[in-house]
């Protein structure tokens, strides 16, 4: 079955810290990945997406397929930062998009 | 101005009851989603369309049911046959194919009392 975990619930860094936010993947074919975010009290909005190979707000994201993981990563996280972060997966053939259960970033000063 | 409208923003119903939520777009975008949001278990996939005229059943659809007649907009049916409906919904459209980005809309609260 088409899956995306998102395995922390919350992760809370201090202003500075490095964070990484987890991804895992389970899904036939090749899947497009995608990062999403939602601050608070602002619709769910793209973060980035592996195809495009950019760096979004200081955020990056690597595609490693041998571990089915496409993980979220920031050197130096800000107090901006905090909001709900989800993993997403696209199939080309179906259309279907599905996302992970999201993983609160808690960003303290 | 540009984006997804859902309404309404807040709906109470009694069991047994079904309810339509709307969604409406003008992104000119072909293909639209509902998710159902619950706290820990993220978003979940109801129904999706790539065009209208067609639609196909995501992970939860049971109790639910949709319609695409028009490309501006894809109504979700919540039935009484759904056992648990009290859920956030959101709406969105997708711009540019599989690799492209999803448009929300603010979402819809549905209560049933």
């Known amino acids: 079955a088409q899956r995306v975990t998102q395995p922390e619930k919350l992760l809370s860094v201090f202003k500075g810290a490095p964070v990484e936010l987890k991804c895992n993947y389970s899904y036939s074919g090749s899947p497009e990945l995608f990062w999403y975010v939602q601050y608070s009290r602002q619709r769910l909005q793209l973060l980035l997406r592996h195809i495009s190979r950019e760096s979004i707000k200081g955020f990056t994201a690597d595609l490693n397929k041998g571990e089915t993981s496409f993980h979220l990563k920031k050197p130096f996280a800000q107090e901006e930062d905090s909001a709900m972060y989800y993993c997403?997966?696209?199939?080309?053939?179906?259309?279907?998009?599905?996302f992970g259960q999201g993983t609160t970033l808690q960003v303290k000063p | 101005d540009g984006g997804i409208t859902q309404s309404p923003k807040y709906l109470f119903r009694k069991e047994g009851q079904n309810v339509t939520l709307s969604c409406e777009q003008n992104l000119n975008h072909d293909a639209m989603y509902w998710y159902r949001q619950d706290p820990g278990q993220g978003l979940r996939l109801i129904y999706y369309s790539q065009i209208v005229n067609d639609f196909q059943k995501g992970d939860i659809a049971e109790g639910y049911s949709v319609s695409r007649e028009k490309k501006e907009s894809f109504p979700l049916t919540v039935t009484s046959a759904q056992k648990n409906p009290t859920a956030f919904y959101l709406c969105?459209?997708?711009?540019?194919?599989?690799?492209?980005?999803?448009?929300f809309g603010e979402g819809s609260r549905l209560t049933v009392l």
């Open positions: 997403a997966a696209s199939s080309s053939n179906t259309g279907k998009l599905i």
């Open positions: 969105a459209s997708l711009r540019g194919g599989y690799t492209g980005e999803l448009f």
